[in-house]
T-cell receptor
Framework: AQKVTQAQTEISVVEKEDVTLDCVYE???????LFWYKQPPSGELVFLIR??????QNEISGRYSWNFQKSTSSFNFTITASQVVDSAVYFC????????????FGKGTRLHILP | GAVVSQHPSWVICKSGTSVKIECRSL??????MFWYRQFPKQSLMLMAT?????????EQGVEKDKFLINHASLTLSTLTVTSAHPEDSSFYIC????????????????FGPGTRLLVL
């Protein structure tokens, strides 16, 4: 069955520190997509990245980077030089295109960036 | 990116009343929309998959008679919470899949801003 595990419930770091959010997934399919979303206090989901299962290249976007490793079924997210505005709940998620493409979310990691 | 709207953004109602929430894709046609529910400090839980012109598919444990979903057009899906009770108070979020979205790395499902329901 498909499942996304975010073991870190809550993390606090001081501003400018780097922080990595862990994500481990389970799926029976060879074709799947992985996502990261940010949810600020307003509640609206902010899309960060979508990665397909055939592309294991790591991605960097500004201060954000993602490390996808199929061997360990992990899709970790790192924020470098964190800022207070990065404080939010971050969700890792999985979808399988042959199962209606519905997105299954992890429980989320609440990130506090302390000034 | 594509835009999905939800209306209303906030609703407060009395216990026993029904509440309708609309989800619209504003600049693309969505054959499939999804409804999620999020309780405070919890994750988003998929409630149902809504396909245009057919009955919705509900996830296990979601009462289809309580949460009525209608996807009557390619740009509109509605979720009606019937006979709402305080335990139905939650944040309801819809998403719409854009079948024409480009591939790798791009967003293909767009989430609405959510509707906060408070049942008194």
């Amino acid at each position: 069955a498909q499942k996304v595990t975010q073991a870190q419930t809550e993390i606090s770091v001081v501003e400018k520190e780097d922080v990595t959010l862990d994500c481990v997934y389970e799926t029976r399919d060879t074709t799947y997509y992985l996502f990261w979303y940010k949810q600020p206090p307003s509640g609206e989901l902010v899309f960060l990245i979508r990665r397909n299962s055939f592309d294991e290249q790591n991605e960097i976007s500004g201060r954000y980077s993602w490390n996808f490793q199929k061997s360990t079924s992990s899709f970790n997210f790192t924020i470098t030089a964190s800022q207070v505005v990065d404080s939010a709940v971050y969700f890792c998620a999985l979808s399988e295109p042959y199962r209606d493409d519905k997105i299954i979310f992890g429980k989320g990691t609440r990130l506090h960036i302390l000034p | 990116g594509a835009v999905v709207s939800q209306h209303p953004s906030w609703v407060i109602c009395k216990s026993g009343t029904s509440v309708k929430i609309e989800c619209r894709s504003l600049d693309f046609q969505a054959t499939t929309m999804f409804w999620y529910r999020q309780f405070p400090k919890q994750s988003l839980m998929l409630m149902a998959t809504s396909n245009e012109g057919s009955k919705a598919t509900y996830e296990q444990g979601v009462e289809k008679d309580k949460f009525l979903i209608n996807h009557a057009s390619l740009t509109l899906s509605t979720l009606t919470v019937t006979s709402a009770h305080p335990e139905d108070s939650s944040f309801y979020i819809c998403s719409a899949r854009d079948p024409t979205s480009p591939g790798t790395g791009k967003e293909t499902q767009y989430f609405g801003p959510g509707t906060r329901l408070l049942v008194l």
